[in-house]
Every structure is written in structure tokens, then in C-alpha cells.
């Protein structure tokens, strides 16, 4: 500790707060790149819970965890916590570790406490507990997005750009609350260069990205019977409907796109419309996702 410095009154205030719940409070410090103030601590299980706007359980990485802690003998890793609204603690990043001991008959974990109830949000970005795959990513998104809603004073979104990291996520997000069988992977390289932030409050930038998404499910209705159609042909490899997708990307050798989102779409649905399945060869298909 810099010689005179001394917590700031959050940190007394988090300190009575993490033994109000049970916790120990084990260390209070400066943490290395900024200085600022934050509390190692054994907070109790019972108290901690996941952000509600962050991806789900993975039942498997939650057992592998547990095989990973019980042959180490013990618990290296500890969470990020801060405070709830409605009391005890939320962890950004650590749910499946908490899942993992919780399982294990224990009753405290180990967590850096941070004052700042913002860190909930930032710190998903930086989360590499597990990797996502691009449903989690987006359901985690959308939910974060609810949760910001009613921030005061409103945010516009392109200001939440590094919570978020991909506008598109947003879009995807609310599909896959409805279809968690979307296959969003086919429309990345479309809507990363037209799916942008969106320079609105969120509650209207929301109700923007529900026409989004209904205009990117207008998209898909077409390509699911093309996909039918051959597969009736006999043509079965993986990358058909990313090989469909990637044939009517009007966007795809372009590295400055003036369309817009609606008009790329609506650009898709003609192209899509006009395409005779019976013409189409695999190969064709399969050169179309290599470009």
C-alpha cells in the first residue's frame, strides 16, 4: 500500500457488507495497474449468484471443474464478485466455478470484491472461464441489454460497444431466446459488416433490433427449403446453408459497405427468391463458403 493511502469509504462500506453476509474478509488492497481499492474475500456460496444476464450452466464444464479441483486437492481460481441490488453477491465470471464447489459440499469461496457494480458488465468481455459459442454469447448479450434498459440517464448502445462487442450479438440474441436451433454462425460475416452499433437510446434501439432480427428470420425462411430441396438430392455435407448464405452475400468482396442493413437483407430475400435449388451443385455451394 502507497504510504498515506488509505480505503476509500466504499470499501468500509463493502467490508460490513461482506461480513453482514457471512463472509471473511481477508485482505484489503490496491490492486497493481490503477491502484484502486477492492477486497480479497471468502464469501459464503449460499450468498452468491450468477449476473442474471449472463449465459447458462454448462453441466459438463461444471463436472470437469470438479474433477480438476478434487485431483489438485484444491482451489487456485478465485471469482469476481460485487454486490447484488437485493443483497448478497453477483459473480460476472465465476458461475461455474461456484456451481463446481457449490457441488463439492463447500460452503465459501474465494472472490475479489470490487466497489464498482459496473465491473458486472464490463468483465464479460474479458470472461474466459469457458469459451462461448456464439448462442451463449448472444443470449448473454441480449439479457445484459434488458438489464441496462433502465439505466439512468439512458444509454445509447453504441456506448455499451465494449460490454457488447458485437453489435449483431443483440439481433442474434433475440432470435435465439425463440429458436435456440438458429444457425446464426451462417450470417456472421453478413452482419458483422452491416449490423452495427446503433447511435439510439436502447430502449429504441431495442425495438430496432427486433425488426433486425424478424428481417434476418424473413432471410432464413428462404433458405430452409432451398436447403430441403437438396438435401433431397441426395446432398447432405455441413455447409449447405453456409454455402446458400455466402452465395447471396452482397456484401462478401466489399471492404467498405454503404448498404444498409435493411437493404443487404432485403437484397438477400431477391437473390434467394430467384434461385432454382435444381441448378445448384454442391461444389458450387462449397467454393461459395471458401471465398
Known amino acids: ?3 498515506g493511502a488509505s480505503p476509500l469509504p466504499e470499501i468500509e462500506e463493502l467490508k460490513e457488507a461482506i461480513l453482514a453476509e457471512g463472509g471473511q474478509v481477508l485482505a484489503v488492497y490496491q490492486e497493481p495497474y490503477k491502484g484502486q ?6 464469501l459464503p456460496l449460499a450468498r452468491v449468484r450468477p449476473t442474471p ?14 474433477e480438476v479441483i478434487a485431483k489438485l486437492g484444491r482451489f487456485l481460481d478465485p471469482i469476481v464478485a460485487v454486490r447484488a441490488p437485493e443483497g448478497g453477491f453477483w459473480t460476472p465470471n465465476g458461475n461455474h ?12 469461496i474465494p472472490a475479489v470484491v470490487v466497489p464498482d457494480p459496473a465491473v458486472a458488465f464490463e468483465i464479460l468481455a474479458l470472461n474466459t472461464e469457458k469459451a ?3 448462442k451463449e454469447k448472444a443470449l448473454e448479450v441480449i439479457r445484459m441489454y434488458r438489464a441496462l434498459l433502465s439505466a439512468e ?16 450479438l443483440a439481433t442474434l440474441g433475440l432470435i435465439y431466446e425463440e429458436n435456440e436451433r438458429f444457425h446464426g454462425s451462417a450470417y456472421v460475416p453478413i452482419l458483422r459488416k452491416v449490423d452495427l452499433f446503433l447511435d439510439l437510446d436502447l430502449p429504441l434501439a431495442l425495438e430496432e433490433r427486433r425488426k433486425r432480427a424478424e428481417l434476418l428470420l424473413e432471410v432464413d425462411r428462404l433458405v430452409d427449403p432451398i436447403v430441403q430441396a437438396l438435401r433431397e438430392r441426395g446432398y447432405t455435407p455441413p ?3 453456409h454455402g446458400i448464405v455466402s452465395k447471396v452475400n452482397p456484401v462478401k468482396r466489399k471492404k467498405i459497405v454503404t448498404l444498409s442493413y435493411e437493404e443487404t437483407l432485403n437484397r438477400m430475400k431477391a437473390a434467394l427468391a430467384s434461385l432454382d435449388p435444381a441448378k445448384l451443385k ?10
Open 153 to 168: 440517464p439512458p444509454r445509447k448502445e453504441k456506448e455499451l460497444a465494449f460490454q457488447f462487442e458485437e453489435a449483431y
Open 239 to 241: 455447409f449447405l446453408r
Open 1 to 3: 500500500m502507497p504510504e
Open 132 to 134: 462461448h459459442n456464439l
Open 53 to 66: 444476464f449472463q449465459r447458462d450452466l454448462s453441466a459438463s464444464h461444471v463436472e470437469r471443474l470438479k
Open 97 to 108: 466455478r461456484r456451481e463446481a464447489l457449490l457441488q463439492l459440499g463447500r460452503t465459501h
Open 282 to 291: 454442391v461444389e458450387e455451394l462449397a467454393a461459395a463458403v471458401e471465398e
Open 37 to 42: 481499492w477492492q477486497i480479497f474475500a471468502l
